[in-house]
């Protein structure tokens, strides 16, 4: 059987800091990798960050030559963490000395692992990064994601030094991580070659360091594309006359799709609006008027600035009325209308750029007329997926990709397409090699891919943010009703240079330093771009959540037919390939059955080319979806682990990541867990077969030693207990190539997760019987009387069996008076003083009030001082979790969250008592 040495994920890892830094992932704007094109469910770089750091660094307690003692193992650990905990703040991205940090810890596990002299490496290596960043190169396996999507992985370990390596079947994904890990590297502090460039970059103070002068290239050749777009169809763009004589440049023009009233005796084209505010800024309020001229039969608009009088919207999910007359139809009428052709639009205002503020105008004449005038030359041909939930134009006669813009709209899209090969050839005049022009080509390409969504008719104005919002605010194109039309040459939102500048800042913010990557097309079910058992960290597709090629499409159209010639290899077929794609799409026969065989597929393939030296980390979205096929329910995540124990892998962790944007701060507190990293190991292809029984007792011996070091060591959160504990169930449960029941049946996941389930609720109610006996007699209290009052009788009895006094509680925990007796609420310990040696009970709940943000609590340092005064302040951690169960049960969220809350805040909690912090646990060590 092959040695190898745990790694630091395979132990434990700063959970709570990477979950803090990848929820701010999703809010992260310039610079970020996300805004340079459009890709569905990214990763965060923070977590990609340190799972990667993790899944190379040794974990101390592998070394004992160099850590001999637990101690020093675990002083070890914390090191580690705590150049994690710095590595992942994105402000640190690029600094140069944390990434210099980093990669040495890495290649010295490596130097270690290949047994080579330590000594000899920290003296050539320790104070050189560039000998670090080539040893790395030469001597340490490729990261690898066969299922590159956004790129995020293959990005991450690069900046990390290694060598990154990404697949995907889909062409889009592919161009977007060959244009994070592929071009940039190879014009590496390159000066630009554009006319207005300082070559030194000094006048600029700014030497051409890194990518640099390829973000400064971009930008320029992005201008003279603006200008060049501007004198072929700036007559399009025309300025707007302000009330004071003066002109200004339109921001957008607003639109509402109308359709012919169904009322005979009105004749009206009825607009669709879901909304007639235009601005809900304060202090600044507009809505625009319906003005109905029966005489002509027609509509104006006028903008109005009081509150008073806004209509109601015209258009629901079900239904849509006349602002003309009042007919009500149902969506099916609005629908026929559609199919029929008779679907057309109605401008109803002008945004305007005004001195720090938008200003409305009704539309003109002059305005109506240029925007009905283009005749765009060309047009994408392609048809769309017949799929209405995923572009729910389709139910209303959209067909095909190019309906969803305006004329206008195509004309300017298919100006700077063109432009793009005129930009190619002035790059080539200014001095650049095919290669660099080729790049900066690229990256314009995106420009256009980014014009596409902000400047289609599916766009909408929101009027509280006063701005045009991307289209895939979700993984589908919903239908709009009232849609706004950017203006590329404003200067304003969804311009065409803002798209460039968006581009050019993803760029500057690529690493300065780092090896080559590479980027394919493939299908990871039959890759071959693993000959050299590289390090697979990966996050595959989850059932139907995202159809990624079908929405790819919508760039894809844009795309092709400027890029083709650069990359034949991807732009070669008509659309995004479909047939192999591993997803539950509806378009196939059998989609569930379908996704998993290709799933395992994928996953056996892993499993025969991974490193045995490093673990294989997966991604998994953790998103319940029940599904009934083969005659049994099934979940996602079940279908996820049972694949990975088919495909030899043994599981050896999972990490609860917070990976999508929270709704507010408490809702990123309290949410759940949305993906959860599983980490793998090869298993022995001799593994043994074991009993039903024997692995139940195999899990109840060793389980709970691991749920004490996650809950009480690791602070795991409650609400993320039940995910992470699955990482040592299975890895016993994997460690077996069978467990069988007598019949010689297979026992599933399902009941295995069932048995880590039961585990937890032991482990809950040890932890209730180690409270002290007051606390003891609340939670009975509290399960039977909640906070309402009970008879003292009933309190009498239930104090004699739990040994307390109800006298010697009474006004720290509860109220006992006339006969009745009833439990402190949270807000009453606001008026109280803090008690001497304090119970679980009352501790708990001051800390709660504490970070509740009510008037006069005080947050982490008043938990603090609670717990000085408590008896043994960890006893309100474990009664949390204990109330955190209770009220979850009871589907009590709010109540439930607050508990959870003051678990994760633990950390913060014992820095401020200046109590030392516990030490770095091994979590998932077979006990």
């Not at 607003?254 to 800024?281: D, I, Y």
């Amino acid at each position: 059987m092959t040695t190898y040495r745990k790694k630091l994920i395979e132990v434990n890892i700063p959970l709570q800091a990477i979950n803090k830094e990848s929820a701010k992932d999703a809010s992260l704007t310039h610079g970020h990798p996300s805004t340079l094109h459009r890709y569905w469910a990214r990763r965060p770089l923070a977590a990609c960050r340190a799972i990667i750091f993790a899944s190379m660094v040794d974990d101390p307690s592998e070394c004992t030559d160099e850590f001999p003692t637990e101690s020093d193992q675990n002083a070890e650990r914390n090191r580690l963490h705590e150049i994690i905990k710095r590595l992942i703040i994105w402000k640190n991205s690029n600094d140069e000395n944390i990434l210099a940090e980093a990669r040495y810890e890495i290649a010295y596990s490596v130097a270690r692992n290949n047994g080579e002299n330590l000594d000899a490496f920290r003296e050539r290596h320790k104070n050189d990064p560039k000998a670090v960043l080539q040893y790395l190169n030469d001597h340490c396996p490729a990261v690898y994601d066969p299922f590159c999507g956004g790129g995020s992985i293959p990005l991450e370990a690069q900046r990390l030094g290694l060598r990154a390596r990404g697949s995907d079947l889909n062409p889009l994904p592919v161009l977007l991580t060959k244009a994070m890990i592929e071009l940039p590297p190879k014009f590496h502090n390159q000066p630009p070659i554009n006319p207005d460039a300082d070559p030194t970059g000094i006048s600029a103070d700014m030497p051409w360091k890194g990518t640099a002068g390829l973000a400064d290239d971009i930008r320029y050749y992005g201008r003279w594309m603006r200008e060049e777009a501007y004198r072929r169809i700036g007559h399009l763009y025309l300025k707007v006359e302000l009330p004071d004589g003066n002109a200004a440049t339109v921001v957008a023009w607003l639109w509402a799709r109308t359709v012919p009233c169904a009322n005979p005796a009105c004749g009206l084209q009825m607009p669709l609006m879901t909304t007639f505010q235009l601005s809900k800024k304060k202090g600044d309020a507009h809505w625009i008027k319906p003005v109905v001229d029966r005489e002509q039969n027609t509509i104006s608009w006028v903008v109005q600035t009081d509150t008073q009088g806004i209509p109601k919207p015209t258009v629901s999910r079900t239904s849509a009325s006349c602002c003309g007359c009042g007919t009500a139809v149902k969506l099916a009428y609005v629908r026929e209308q559609a199919k029929a052709g008779k679907m057309d639009e109605i401008m109803i205002a002008i945004v305007a750029e005004g001195s720090r503020r938008k200003i409305y105008l009704s539309p003109t004449d002059e305005h109506i007329q240029i925007a009905q005038s283009p005749e765009p030359l060309q047009r994408p041909r392609p048809a769309m997926p017949d799929n209405p939930t995923l572009v729910s134009g389709r139910g209303y006669g959209i067909t095909h990709w190019h309906q969803l813009f305006t004329e206008r709209q195509l004309v300017a899209l298919t100006t700077l397409s063109d432009l793009i090969t005129d930009v190619h050839h002035q790059i080539t005049q200014d001095g650049a090699d095919d290669a660099y022009a080729n790049a900066i080509y690229t990256y314009l390409s995106l420009a256009i891919g980014r014009t596409a969504e902000s400047g289609c008719s599916f766009t909408w104005w929101e009027n509280l943010g006063e701005k045009i919002p991307p289209l895939f605010s979700r993984q589908a194109i919903p239908m709009t009703w009232d849609f706004a039309e950017a203006n590329p040459f404003s200067n304003s939102t969804q311009n065409w240079m803002a798209q460039v500048q968006w581009i050019a800042k993803v760029i500057e913010n690529f690493p300065v330093s780092a090896n080559r990557g590479e980027v394919h097309q493939a299908d990871a079910t039959t890759t071959r771009h693993a000959p050299d058992r590289p390090i697979f960290v990966t996050d595959p597709p989850y059932y139907n959540n995202i159809q990624y090629a079908e929405l790819s499409d919508f760039f894809y159209v844009w795309l092709r037919p400027l890029l083709r010639s650069s990359f034949p290899e991807l732009f070669g077929s008509i659309m995004t390939p479909k047939d192999d794609e591993i997803v539950a799409a509806p378009r196939f026969e059998n989609p569930a059955p379908r996704f998993e065989k290709l799933l395992g597929k994928a996953l056996v393939q892993m499993r025969q080319h991974c490193s045995d030296q490093f673990p294989t980390s997966i991604f998994y979205a953790y998103k319940q979806q029940e599904a009934e096929h083969d005659g049994r329910a099934s979940t996602g995540w079940e279908t996820m682990l049972t694949a990975i124990v088919n495909a030899g892998f043994q599981i050896v962790g999972t990490w609860p990541m917070r990976t999508e944007r929270a709704k507010g701060l408490k809702a990123g507190i309290n949410a759940l867990a949305s993906s959860i990293v599983l980490v793998c190991r090869p298993r022995s292809e001799d593994a043994p077969v074991i009993t039903r029984n024997d692995f139940i007792q195999e899990l109840k011996k060793e389980l709970p030693p691991a749920l004490e070091k996650l809950t009480r060591i690791a602070n795991i959160r409650p609400v993320d207990v039940a995910q992470a504990a699955i990482g040592p169930g299975m890895e016993i449960y994997s460690r077996y190539s069978k467990v069988i029941r007598v019949s010689g049946e297979i026992v599933p996941i399902r009941e295995v997760l069932m048995h880590i389930n039961n585990e937890i609720a032991a482990h809950l109610e040890k932890e209730t019987g180690e409270l002290d006996p007051e606390s003891q007699f609340c939670l009975t209290w509290l399960q039977q009387h909640g906070y309402m009052e009970g008879n003292f009788g009933d309190a009498e009895t239930l104090s004699k069996a739990k040994d307390v006094n109800i006298p010697t509680m009474n006004d720290k925990v509860l109220i006992a008076a006339r006969g009745k007796v009833r439990l402190l609420k949270v807000e009453e310990y606001a008026e109280r003083e803090n008690s001497e040696d304090m119970t679980a009970w009352e501790g708990c709940l001051r800390m709660v009030w504490h970070l509740s943000g009510s008037e006069n609590s005080e947050g982490i340092s008043g938990c603090a001082a609670v717990a000085r005064a408590m008896r043994d302040f960890e006893s309100a951690k474990r009664l949390a979790r204990v109330l955190y169960d209770y009220y979850e049960k009871r589907g009590d969220a709010e109540s439930a969250s607050d508990y959870n809350n003051l678990v994760t805040e633990w950390q913060y909690i014992s820095e401020s008592m200046g109590s030392p912090q516990p030490e770095a646990p091994t979590l998932f060590e077979n006990l």
